[in-house]
């Protein structure tokens, strides 16, 4: 395959030429000005609408960091009136929950027992003699 080189057209130079010349070709590269974006009916909708969905998606953002939780006045946890009990020898978690005579379950009872002092469940059905319980009173 044969190839073929072509010169680069010539440019007429837009500068005068230096006096005692004659005319002469000065090759230029072709200046290319930037056209403004232009967008087409469809282009400008899809910017619009991708515009106003980034705004609306800020918009909830900001919205739900800053919304946190309401409290409202039936939200409040109430408050149980409560007092402490030593643990006598032999005693177990149960027994002083039965001493207690409250109107709830006993399950119930020992759960907020073990929930006010910070007890597990299990082992946390374990209490020493002589160790101090907050203990929820009667209401």
């Keep these: 395959m044969a190839t073929m080189t072509l010169p680069a057209p010539a440019v007429r130079s837009s500068r005068t030429a230096p006096r005692g010349t004659s005319d002469t070709l000065v090759l230029q590269r072709p200046v290319i000005e930037a056209a403004p974006i232009r967008l087409t009916r469809r282009g ?4 619009r609408t991708a515009v ?3 705004a609306l998606l800020l918009a909830l953002t900001i919205g739900m960091l800053g919304r ?3 409290v409202q006045a039936g939200d409040a946890p109430a408050q149980v009136a409560t007092s402490t009990v030593i643990v006598q020898p032999g005693q177990s978690l149960w027994d002083v929950a ?3 005579s409250l109107d709830a379950d006993l399950r119930e009872t020992v759960a907020r027992i073990q929930e006010l002092n910070g007890l597990s469940g299990g082992a946390g059905s374990t209490v020493r003699p002589g160790q101090e319980l907050i203990v929820p009173m009667a209401g």
């Design 68 to 70: 946190g939780t309401p």
């Design 98 to 100: 039965r001493g207690l």
């Design 52 to 54: 106003i969905a980034l």
């Design 44 to 47: 400008r909708r899809l910017a």
